[in-house]
């Protein structure tokens, strides 16, 4: 019976090395799909990363375009106020001495300095002395204060 006893111990441990083999196969197979998906996501990472510096970069390029739109706008509105009290001028030197004599202001200006500027007096109708016509700066230059016509 001794013979018996190790042929099926011998036959028992074969079996049981041949499931550790199967087994060993089978994890080393799961492994290699966990290293092959760990790199993918590897990948999806980088991408991702790559994608979120690409919109930071748009985002700085868009602030930096829109700050300067705003420093232009403030600029030409600067301008267009110094353009209409210009024109302001210009029609009282032409139409009368009342507005060309009122005093001259400063006026604080964004980004340093300043500009000046003449106090007007109140409008009023200026009557013709002669048969020549007075008008004001808004019949020669109609203003209606929006930037929509520009």
């Not at 700050?67 to 024109?87: G, I, R, T, W, Y």
């Amino acid at each position: 019976m001794s013979r018996r006893m190790g042929m099926r111990v011998t036959s028992n441990v074969a079996q049981s090395i041949e499931d550790i083999h199967g087994t060993s196969q089978r994890v080393g197979v799961l492994v290699e799909e966990i290293a092959s998906a760990s790199k993918e996501q590897a990948l999806g990472i980088d991408l991702v990363s790559k994608a979120i510096e690409q919109i930071n970069s748009v985002t700085q390029s868009n602030a930096a375009n829109a700050e300067e739109a705003a420093s232009a706008s403030e600029e030409l509105s600067a301008q267009a106020a110094e353009l209409k009290d210009m024109v302001g001028s210009l029609v009282a030197l032409v139409g009368g001495e009342a507005e060309a004599q009122a005093p001259i202001t400063e006026v604080p200006r964004s980004g340093g300095g300043a500009r000046h500027r003449r106090q007007r007096p109140e409008r009023r109708m200026l009557l013709p002395q002669s048969p020549a016509r007075v008008m004001g700066p808004e019949a020669v230059v109609p203003w209606d204060d929006t930037i929509e016509d520009f």
